[in-house]
């Protein structure tokens, strides 16, 4: 077993000539007994079989631990286990956690610890899981054998490496993962990090224990690529539960058995767990975990964790829906502590990942939490592999089905996934409108369309006509349009304000970026959802504005462009209002909705649908035969035109209004229509795509 430590050195001549660099392919099925699954598949056998869990120094506050770790591989085909600086070999993380609180002290499951990740060499053949087909050592763990690391092996701060130097789903990793040079260790460094508060059993009475490990081997991943369907990179972690002693120093005594392929959250009683899986077979999974306490006096506990097994994209920003006027109260944040940096970690700047606890957003529509983005900070304190972050909050709602909107940090839209939130059974608004309600608005513009780069950007333009200054908002919204089923949401919107001649052009990628922004923003009531979505409050004097909205790292997708008009009592007035935009065919045409109101009467607009004369402006690949549908906040069909010459009457309003389009195949709709919300439809016709304009223009009254 960790007999190892004896024979790696006779081993390790064998070990470094066998390969010479890089990752070998994983070997052909051997002939073996039936039961075994199909290709390499490492799991952890045993955690604690020798030597258990046990501490092995401390610094300051925080303990360092070691853990016993077993593989075990169930698969027919050998796993490699080269020793470095091949790369053909297990990486193994280790990480504790406590089960604790309510009077069961099961109400929460938090990550109170995590180590690097252990580099594996040099495998034995030994029974633990299965009877052995020995052959394949040291350079191979052989079909049905197990290999074990005694804890002391695990402690060893020289045989771990920084967790931010591999992939977990493919288990890709450098030669030089396990690089020391230039830093001096403590009785912490690169162990299984522990605050010991969060250990001490006079401050944790009745709380449980449990340890988890979890094997990554690129074998796996390596053989999933060639093996459709055979992909056993999800069963590769168990967990155990421990008893804890101690105050200062702490022992561990193991209770129960391993529980084979399963991450340790599963252990959390009562709790109801959901996978995370935004791209499968491209990158790994997370879960979700929630559980509901209560009522008492009226108010229900709220408590969710999220797990990230081997999701390399790591996850930035966890939104749960609100509405209907719950109240919200003791918002709180738990993760584990990271390592501090050091010199060859792979973290930028050799800076190590950050301790920032996330910071917490409440709107009328939703609760968020967010870490920064990885724009802001790439070693910001995000939810990476093999950590669990809890979010928590009591409200005086029951919980009701509803999905929660998951963020990612470094690529990726969000993504929706089940869970039990404070939601309330009021009736649903009879007339629904294309953007959230906000102050009555005279003409609001709210504009969904494709959002690429270079000349497939989103321009949202806009006239402020009158004597005074008009205060507007202006919104980038992409991240929340998963919650309207949007499967393809630009996942980070910026947004450029530009005006006329002297006006400072306003750039704004996230809308707390500024934090008088923020406060102004806040203060409509109408804020965005989701921290990566942008905005900008502005009063602007008369002329013609220009909002562009794109997306940071050249990310396409569905966006949405809004202006808001909060000064509706100035003597000023948005009188034309549009959007230039990629129309592409199904989900993906440009849809404008606009909201007449302020008034009793009813007022004449003029709705046009540009594509062919663009071209003239110097716009590549413009729309050319657009299509236009207006239709009612019930989305009934008022007008459809095709060519604005095709109706007579109309024709004639659009050229006594001097908005005649100037290309025959362009769509006009001329319409007196009451107060009320209206969607304009620009498509292609025979689904035709390109770059369209898509304008609103207030004529006032009749």
Not at 256 to 284: F, K, L
Not at 507 to 526: F, H, K, L, M, S
Request: aromatic share 8%; net charge negative.
């Amino acid at each position: 077993m960790f007999r190892r430590t004896l024979s790696y050195l006779i081993f390790l001549p064998l070990l470094l000539l066998s390969n010479s660099s890089g990752n070998s392919a994983p070997r052909a099925a051997q002939s073996v007994p039936e039961g075994f699954n199909p290709g390499p598949d490492i799991i952890t056998g045993d955690v604690g079989e020798f030597g258990g869990l046990e501490q092995f120094g401390s610094s300051g506050s925080q303990v360092g631990l070691g853990v016993s770790t077993t593989s075990c591989n169930i698969g027919n085909v050998p796993v490699g286990f080269f020793a470095m600086p091949q790369t053909n070999h297990p990486a193994i993380p280790h990480n504790l956690y406590r089960m604790s609180g309510g009077s069961g002290n099961n109400d929460r499951f938090e990550q109170i610890g995590q180590s690097w990740v252990k580099h594996a060499f040099g495998a034995d053949e030994a029974n633990v899981c299965s009877t052995c087909n020995a052959g394949g050592a040291p350079l191979y763990l052989g079909v049905g054998c197990s290999d074990t690391y005694a804890n002391f092996q695990n402690a060893d701060a020289d045989g771990l490496g920084s967790r931010a130097l591999m992939n977990p789903f493919t288990g890709v990793f450098q030669s030089t993962a396990m690089n020391h040079a230039g830093h001096v260790h403590t009785g912490t460094s690169h162990r299984i990090l522990v605050e010991g508060s969060d250990l001490n059993t006079t401050l944790n009475p009745g709380a449980t224990y449990y340890a988890e490990v979890q094997y990554i081997s690129s074998d796996e991943y390596a053989w999933c690529q060639s093996n459709s369907g055979q992909c056993n990179m999800y069963n590769n972690a168990s967990y155990r539960r421990y008893n804890v002693a101690g105050t200062t120093n702490f022992t561990f005594t193991e209770v129960g058995s391993v529980v084979r392929m399963s991450p340790a959250v599963n252990a959390w009683t009562g709790a109801t767990v959901n996978p995370i899986e935004p791209e499968p077979g491209v990158d790994g999974r997370a879960f979700i975990a929630y559980k509901v306490t209560g009522p008492v006096a009226g108010v229900w506990h709220y408590e969710y964790a999220i797990y990230n097994m081997n999701l390399d994209r790591a996850i930035q920003f966890f939104t749960v829906p609100l509405g209907c006027g719950i109240a919200v109260s003791n918002l709180g944040f738990h993760a584990p502590p990271n390592h501090p940096g050091f010199p060859n970690d792979g973290t930028l700047g050799d800076a190590g990942f950050s301790n920032a606890a996330w910071s917490s957003t409440q709107t009328a529509s939703a609760l968020s939490w967010s870490s920064q983005t990885f724009a802001q900070n790439q070693n910001a304190n995000a939810i990476r592999w093999g950590t669990l972050y809890n979010f928590r909050f009591d409200a005086d709602q029951p919980p009701q089905a509803t999905n929660a909107m998951i963020g990612f940090f470094k690529t990726g839209s969000p993504v929706l996934v089940a869970i039990q939130g404070p939601t309330c059974n009021a009736p649903p608004p009879p007339t629904p409108t294309p953007f959230p309600p906000g102050t009555a608005q005279a003409i609001n513009l709210s504009t969904r369309m494709r959002v690429e780069n270079g000349d497939n950007v989103a321009i949202g333009g806009f006239i402020i006509t009158g004597t005074a200054a008009k205060h507007v908002l202006l919104r980038a919204v992409g991240p929340t349009l998963v919650q309207t089923g949007v499967t393809n949401a630009l996942p980070d919107p910026v947004m450029e304000l530009h005006g006329p001649g002297g006006f400072a052009t306003i750039t704004n990628d996230n809308w707390r970026d500024d934090p008088a922004q923020e406060a102004a923003i806040t203060a409509t009531g109408i804020a965005p959802a989701s921290n990566l979505e942008a905005a900008i409050d502005a009063t602007l004097n008369p002329g013609p504005y220009t909002a562009i909205v794109s997306s940071t790292n050249h990310n396409i997708g569905v966006g949405l462009v809004e202006l808001y008009d909060l000064s509706q009592s100035a003597t000023a007035k948005l009188g034309n209002i549009s959007t230039r935009a990629f129309v592409s065919t199904g989900g993906d045409i440009v849809i404008a909705g606009f909201i007449l109101g302020s008034h009793s009467d009813a007022d004449r607009i003029v709705v046009r649908g540009i594509g062919p004369s663009l071209t003239a402006a110097g716009v590549p690949n413009a729309l050319a035969d657009p299509t236009l549908e207006l239709r009612d906040g019930n989305g009934a069909l008022l007008v459809a035109n095709n060519n604005w010459q095709d109706n007579p009457a109309q024709g004639a309003e659009l050229t006594a209004a001097g908005l005649a389009p100037t290309n025959n195949l362009e769509s006009g709709i001329a319409a007196t229509l009451p107060a009320g919300s209206y969607t304009a439809l620009l498509s292609g016709v025979n689904n035709g795509t390109g770059v369209g304009l898509v304008e609103v223009y207030d004529r006032g009254g009749p």
